[in-house]
């Protein structure tokens, strides 16, 4: 299998921007190396680092327990009724469907429901403002994140992503050629990435450690390697980054996301 370096870049960059974004994401190597060690390999969604992932990851506790409960019930009821000799009344028979068939299951899902409602506002953070927004371009088989914003003006990073501490990141997702899945698994959840449209997905990475970030829909031979590092400075140190990396960058000309990649 070929590595990504040998892949041909997409149509609407020329030579200038391939070497552009290798710059850039040296220098933001070099300018990260001063902020310490801030990436982490681990992409368990049960280690959230953000509210979002942490109501994800509750919510699938609450249904791991659940369904536990439901398993040992079912297993006690198949022991007793293969090891209890009983002839059940037609009345029984009914009484048992109705709770087992309707009311349990029914009160199961209500506090899915429920427990689902009460983490909504963590995992989309819709009433957070005046969001850090960045601009994900993913193509066959690379990310791109451009920072909006007038102190970061100009910063275009390939394949690492690098965020604040405890302040809402709002990610403007278009898709260059195909459909692509935007996931930091502790951080939140999935969103697709759909040519021709734009989606949004808002994160919060409330620890350093947020891991890797990757694409979750297949997109190609080489989907497995399209991942991402993700960098998690403090408040004061990210704006430094902002303006340090500004100042450093270079003007990288813009993908067009209506054209694909050739052969």
């Given at each position: 299998m070929s590595t990504r370096r040998e892949t041909?870049?997409?149509?609407?960059?020329?030579?200038?921007?391939?070497?552009?974004?290798?710059?850039?994401?040296?220098?933001?190597?070099?300018?990260?190396?001063?902020?310490?060690?801030?990436?982490?390999?681990?992409?368990?969604?049960?280690?959230?680092?953000?509210?979002?992932?942490?109501?994800?990851?509750?919510?699938?506790?609450?249904?791991?327990?659940?369904?536990?409960?439901?398993?040992?019930?079912?297993?006690?009821?198949?022991?007793?009724?293969?090891?209890?000799?009983?002839?059940?009344?037609?009345?029984?028979?009914?009484?048992?469907?109705?709770?087992?068939?309707?009311?349990?299951?029914?009160l199961l899902l209500g506090a899915m429901v429920a427990v689902g409602l009460t983490r909504q506002r963590n995992i989309t953070l819709l009433e957070e403002e005046k969001p850090v927004v960045v601009e994900v371009l993913a193509r066959q088989w690379s990310w791109q994140f451009c920072y909006q914003g007038e102190d970061a003006r100009g910063i275009v990073l390939e394949d690492v992503l690098v965020i604040p501490r405890t302040r809402v990141v709002e990610f403007h997702l278009r898709s260059a050629d195909v459909i692509h899945s935007f996931w930091i698994p502790r951080l939140g959840g999935k969103m697709d990435l759909i040519p021709g449209r734009t989606n949004r997905l808002r994160l919060r990475a409330d620890q350093q450690q947020a891991g890797w970030g990757q694409c979750a829909e297949f997109c190609g031979r080489e989907h497995a390697r399209m991942r991402f590092a993700v960098h998690v400075l403090e408040p004061e140190a990210f704006d430094s980054w902002l303006l340090e990396t500004a100042r450093a960058s270079i003007a990288c000309p813009q993908p067009d996301p209506t054209m694909r990649r050739t052969a």
């Open positions: 041909s870049p997409p149509v609407a960059f020329d030579s200038s921007a391939a070497n552009c974004m290798e710059t850039m994401r040296g220098r933001a190597a070099v300018l990260l190396a001063g902020y310490g060690p801030v990436c982490s390999a681990h992409q368990s969604v049960l280690q959230p680092s953000g509210p979002a992932a942490a109501g994800i990851a509750d919510l699938w506790w609450w249904m791991f327990f659940g369904a536990l409960a439901v398993f040992a019930a079912m297993l006690f009821l198949l022991a007793r009724a293969l090891t209890v000799s009983r002839n059940y009344s037609e009345r029984d028979i009914r009484v048992l469907i109705v709770v087992a068939g309707a009311i349990v299951p029914a």
